[in-house]
């Protein structure tokens, strides 16, 4: 059965600094890998996905995602973070013909 | 971009009444919804899986008789909670599945609230 892992239940940063959001997938062949922002009280909202080609992804709002097969890692990345970004980061895995399976989430704090 | 609807957004309702939760795809057509569960301050926990002309698939511990769920049209699927309990309280939240990229679009959720 596919599992996704985030290890840190709450991440705390400086507006204007660097982030990275950790995800570890286990899954058998290759997987839909997919990160999504959930504000307070709403839906989700894709900011990106991997299937297949480039390892590094660019979605919106100005974050990344490298899948590192050999880690078995897909990390959320954006080089300066604004007030705005914080909210409840989810990975997810899965997809095509099946419901995703979630991690746990992350809940981002932001510092003036 | 891809819209996803739900209606209503947060609904209150008395033990032992039914209340029936809607989503929409608005500007593609998803042969394949999903209802999803999720409780305070944590993850989504996927409920069932919907395709558009058959029965539901259900995931385990999800009481089919309870979560009646119908996708009758390539842009609805309804989710009804029947004979409802406090603790069916919590916010679900449907996606659609767009048949080209294969990515899952939300919708906005549905407070439920059982008194």
């Known amino acids: 059965a596919q599992s996704v892992t985030q290890p840190d239940i709450h991440i705390t940063v400086s507006e204007g600094a660097s982030l990275e959001l950790r995800c570890n997938y286990s899954y058998g062949a290759t997987p839909y890998l997919f990160w999504y922002v959930q504000s307070p009280g709403q839906g989700l909202q894709l900011l990106l996905k991997y299937f297949s080609g480039d390892t590094l992804v660019q979605g919106i709002k100005g974050f990344e995602a490298e899948f590192k097969r050999s880690q078995s890692s897909f990390n959320l990345r954006k080089p300066s973070v604004h007030w705005s970004d914080a909210a409840e980061y989810f990975c997810?895995?899965?997809?095509?013909?099946?419901?995703?399976?979630f991690g746990k989430g992350t809940h981002l704090i932001i510092q003036p | 971009g891809a819209v996803v609807s739900q209606h209503p957004s947060w609904v209150i309702c008395k033990s032992g009444t039914s209340v029936k939760i809607e989503c929409r795809s608005l500007?593609?057509?998803?042969?394949?919804m999903f209802w999803y569960r999720q409780f305070p301050k944590q993850s989504l926990m996927l409920m069932a899986t919907s395709n558009e002309g058959s029965k539901a698939t259900y995931e385990q511990g999800v009481e089919k008789d309870k979560f009646l769920i119908n996708h009758a049209s390539l842009t609805l699927s309804t989710l009804t909670v029947t004979s409802a309990h406090p603790e069916d309280s919590s916010f679900y939240i449907c996606?659609?599945?767009?048949?080209?990229?294969?990515?899952?679009?939300f919708g906005p959720g549905t407070r439920l609230t059982v008194t």
């Open positions: 996606s659609a599945r767009d048949g080209t990229s294969a990515a899952q679009y």
């Open positions: 997810a895995s899965g997809g095509g013909a099946d419901g995703l399976t």
């Open positions: 500007d593609f057509q998803a042969t394949t």
